[in-house]
C-alpha cells in the first residue's frame, strides 16, 4: 500500500467519523419531522467551544466531552421546545420551523462570538501517540474516532430498530394523528429527537475541534457537507448516513491529496447532482425496521 493511499484513507476515517456523527442527528429529526434543522452547525461549534472551555479549566478533554454532550442535549430539548414546537403544528410549519433554525444559528454565531471571542480556538490531541502503516504514522486519534462514531450511530440505529422510543419515532413519522390515538406523545418524541441529535453533533464536535479550529462562523461547512452526506446516504436511513458519511470523507479526502483543498467542495457538491439525478432516494431508501 502506498504512503499517499494510506494518508488518504486516514483522513477519510478522520472526516467520516465526523461527518456520521453530525448527519446522524440530522437524518433522526429528518425522520421525524420533515424539516432541515439550519442550527446543527452551530450547535457543531457551540460543542465544541463548550468541550473547549472545560478542558481550559483543567478537565481531561474525554470527560469534558461526556459533560458538554449532555449539556448539549438539553440544550437540543430546549430549542425543541421554545423554537419547534410552537411551530411544527401551524400551517407551513415545516418552513416556518426551518426559517427558525436558521435564525437560531445566526443567534448562536453571535453568542460564540460575544463569549468566546473571534480568536481560532483548538481542542488538545486526545493522544500525541501514532502507529506506523506502510512507512506512514497514523494517528490513535483517528482510530478513536472511528470507534466512537460507528460506536454511537451503530447504537442509534440498534435503539431506533429495538425499543418503544424507536417505534414512537417510526410511528410519530408515519402518521402523528395515529400516533397520538396510540397514546404516543409527538411532543416527548420530538424534544427527545432534538436532544440526541444535539449529543451526536456534540460528540463530532471533538473530532471536529481536535483537527482544525474553532471560530463561531466554523459551523456553516460541515453543515453543507453534513446536508450532502445525508441525500447521499437516504434522508430516511441511518445505516445510508453511517456509509454515505465515510463516502464523502474519502472523496473529500482524495480530493485534497491529488488535486487541492479548494476543489474538495465542488467535488463533493458535483457527486450531490450526480446522484440526485441517478437515485434520488439516496444509498439506502428506508431504515430497516
Keep these: 500500500m502506498s504512503e499517499g493511499l494510506v494518508s488518504i484513507l486516514a483522513s477519510a476515517l478522520l472526516l467520516g467519523s465526523m461527518y456520521a456523527l453530525l448527519t446522524a442527528g440530522m437524518s433522526l429529526i429528518w425522520s ?21 472551555s472545560l478542558t ?22 430546549l430549542v425543541e421546545l421554545v423554537a419547534v414546537r410552537p411551530l411544527a403544528s401551524r400551517p407551513d410549519g415545516t418552513l416556518m420551523v426551518m426559517v427558525a433554525t436558521l435564525a437560531l444559528a445566526s443567534a448562536s454565531e453571535g453568542i460564540a462570538q460575544i463569549m468566546w ?32 462514531a460507528v460506536g454511537l450511530v451503530g447504537t442509534l440505529i440498534a435503539v431506533v430498530n429495538r425499543t418503544g422510543w424507536g417505534a414512537g419515532i417510526r410511528a ?3 402518521n402523528r ?40 462562523t466554523k459551523g456553516s461547512g460541515p453543515l453543507l457537507t453534513a446536508f450532502v452526506v445525508l441525500v447521499f446516504g437516504g434522508t430516511a436511513s441511518l445505516v445510508g448516513t453511517l456509509v454515505g458519511a465515510y463516502v464523502i470523507g474519502l472523496l473529500e479526502a482524495s480530493t ?11 467535488a463533493v457538491f458535483a457527486l450531490l447532482v450526480v446522484v440526485m439525478l441517478v437515485r434520488p432516494e439516496g444509498l439506502v431508501r428506508r431504515r430497516a425496521s
Design 256 to 266: 485534497s491529496y491529488w488535486i487541492g483543498l479548494q476543489w474538495s467542495p465542488v
Design 117 to 148: 471571542g473571534p480568536q481560532n480556538k483548538q481542542l488538545p490531541a486526545l493522544t500525541t501517540a501514532t502507529f506506523d502503516v506502510a512507512g506512514v504514522a497514523v494517528r490513535w486519534t483517528t482510530v478513536v474516532a472511528l470507534l466512537m
Design 56 to 77: 481550559e479549566h483543567g478537565v481531561p478533554v474525554l470527560l469534558a466531552t461526556v459533560l458538554a454532550t449532555i449539556a448539549m442535549a438539553g440544550a437540543g430539548a
Design 172 to 174: 410519530v413519522a408515519q
Design 177 to 216: 394523528d395515529m400516533a397520538m390515538l396510540l397514546g404516543i406523545r409527538p411532543g416527548r418524541i420530538y424534544m427527545s429527537v432534538f436532544a440526541v441529535a444535539a449529543g451526536l453533533a456534540t460528540a463530532g464536535a471533538l473530532v471536529f475541534a481536535t483537527t482544525t479550529t474553532l471560530t463561531p
Design 32 to 52: 421525524t419531522l420533515q424539516v432541515f434543522n439550519y442550527a446543527h452547525g452551530a450547535t457543531l461549534v457551540i460543542g465544541g467551544y463548550l468541550i473547549w
